[in-house]
């Protein structure tokens, strides 16, 4: 019997033991803390932009250009930490822009509302990227898409980050390349009669045409001292395929022999002519020095060259003042200037002798005055007390160009975290 | 004469940079850190930086689009 009660006992004893030993975790070395995927930030930003000149290129380099576009975008950035203190990080974006343009209109004035009067383009994107956090360096990829009514586009890209040691040097590259493919839209009286308008109810054929752009980009980030940091960039990039926007007219200085259009009887007008490949060569610096607690000074200058003779130089400067810790208004001016192409002559002068014509004020000579100023506020426990609403801007700037077209544009974004 | 002043600005920036550069101490990156320090275009430029890529014929290094999608209008 007694051994029946220390047989008893002894598993008592032993059941006891097993449930009050609690596991003694193992020492983490690697302060690795997983982290499953969590939102990061929520940014939407929402653009009403108008313009007005009388320049338009579908009409030849004269006619109106007022164009209204309402753009919108919507991202989502979320993360996790992996083994390693690795983060992985994705971020969803989708935009989505809708345009009225007077002068796309006029790409057929005898209908009732042509294929271009207004368009909306829809273009998601992602991003991939996986990041050290103890050293800064990461890599990512990213996949995008557009579409409007006559134009799609697939992108895709890598991008890759190395920071120094001592974190105040860096350097990043980014390789894109999108591939397009474009509906080739004449203006009506340059169409054959074989030729469809592009519209869905018209089934006679249209053309289309590939346009494929490559770039790489690449910026060294440095700080300088506590108050000051640059950052140059240079970005060259390569576009091959339809470069010319056909439903642009170009009317010339005297008559073609041949004839075109339904009844062979157009011969001094012709859809724009570009040439097929483009090379850019842009470079940026930017200057951002931080003056005092009140004042920030944001600096940018572009040089841009490419081989269809254009030069351009673009200032920028942007003044933050800071009113608390949490508000700020940053007025804004930036400066362009630009030496046009070799294939631009305005309207009735060009000369038939030439393989490349266009009528684009906006490869002409030019200067462009912006101004305006954002208005920020970021408070501690959320804008209007809503504590996921980091951060709230509102921008407007006007935009003056030398060959007459003014417009403005009024930005509203908002941080969600 | 051109190609060589542009050649000398950025030269003379990355020199100016590189010589004149302090180790900064994470400590002390409290205004670098600002968000209005960022070297970055703002996300409130996007479509500021799309309307200028169409209304003139520079485009790229300002962490704009460089291509994708047409906006020909």
């Known amino acids: 019997m007694k051994k029946i009660y220390l047989s008893v006992l002894a598993l008592y004893i032993g059941i006891l ?43 030849g380099g004269i006619g109106t250009e007022k164009l209204s576009d309402f753009a919108n975008t919507f991202d989502v950035q979320l993360s996790s930490l992996r083994p390693n203190n690795h983060k992985n990080t994705l971020l969803f974006e989708l935009g989505v822009d809708h345009y009225t343009s007077a002068s796309s209109d006029k790409i057929d004035p005898n209908s009732v509302s042509s294929a271009s009067k207004s368009d909306t383009r829809v273009y998601p994107s992602i991003n991939f990227t996986r990041s050290n956090e103890n050293t800064g360096n990461s890599y990512g990829f990213t996949g995008s898409y557009s579409h409007e009514y006559d134009y799609q586009s697939i992108g895709a890209g890598f991008n890759l980050t190395r920071v120094s040691p001592n974190k105040n040097r860096q350097f990043d590259l980014k390789l894109l390349a999108f591939l397009d493919k474009w509906k080739v839209i004449l203006p009506v009286e340059l169409r054959s009669s074989q030729y469809g308008s592009g519209s869905s109810d018209d089934r006679r054929p249209v053309d289309y045409k590939p346009r494929n752009s490559f770039s790489a980009s690449f910026s060294l980030s440095q700080v300088i001292n506590t108050r000051l940091q640059a950052l140059l960039i240079v970005e060259p990039s390569y576009q091959h395929g339809l470069l010319a926007t056909k439903y642009q007219r170009v009317y010339f200085n005297s008559n073609f022999t041949e004839g075109v259009g339904p009844d062979l009887n157009i011969y001094n007008e012709r859809p ?38 254009i030069r351009a130089h673009t200032a920028e400067i942007e003044i933050p003042v800071k009113l608390t810790s949490f508000v700020s208004i940053s007025p804004f001016y930036r400066y362009n200037t630009q030496k046009g192409t070799r294939y631009f002559a305005p309207y009735g002068q060009h000369s038939i002798d030439e393989t490349y014509y266009t009528s684009d004020y906006d490869l002409s000579d030019l200067q462009s005055n912006f101004f305006g100023a954002e208005f920020r506020i970021a408070p501690p426990k959320g804008v209007f007390g809503y504590q996921h609403l980091n951060s709230l801007e509102l921008r407007f700037g006007h935009y003056i160009r030398s060959t007459g077209l003014n417009s403005n544009i009024l930005t509203l974004h908002l941080k969600f975290k | 004469m051109k190609r060589f002043i542009i050649w000398f600005f950025c030269l003379f920036t990355i020199s100016v940079c590189y010589t004149s550069c302090s180790t900064v101490k994470p400590y002390q990156k409290s205004r670098l850190n600002d968000t209005e320090m960022e070297l970055s275009a703002r996300k409130s430029q996007k479509f500021e930086q799309s309307f200028q890529l169409y209304r003139e014929g520079g485009s790229g290094a300002n962490g704009g689009k460089s291509g994708g999608g047409c906006g020909c209008n």
């Open chain 1, 272 to 309: 724009e002519n570009l040439p097929d490949n483009r090379y850019k060569l842009p470079i940026a610096v930017r200057l951002n020095y931080f003056l005092d607690d009140h004042y920030i000074i944001r600096t940018f200058y572009r040089f841009y060259m490419d081989d269809w003779g």
């Open chain 1, 17 to 59: 033991s097993l449930h009050a030993q609690t596991p003694i975790p193992a020492k983490d070395t690697t302060n690795y803390k997983a982290r499953k995927l969590k939102i990061d930030e929520i940014n939407y930003v929402t653009a009403y932009y108008h313009q007005n000149g009388n320049n338009s290129a579908v009409t």
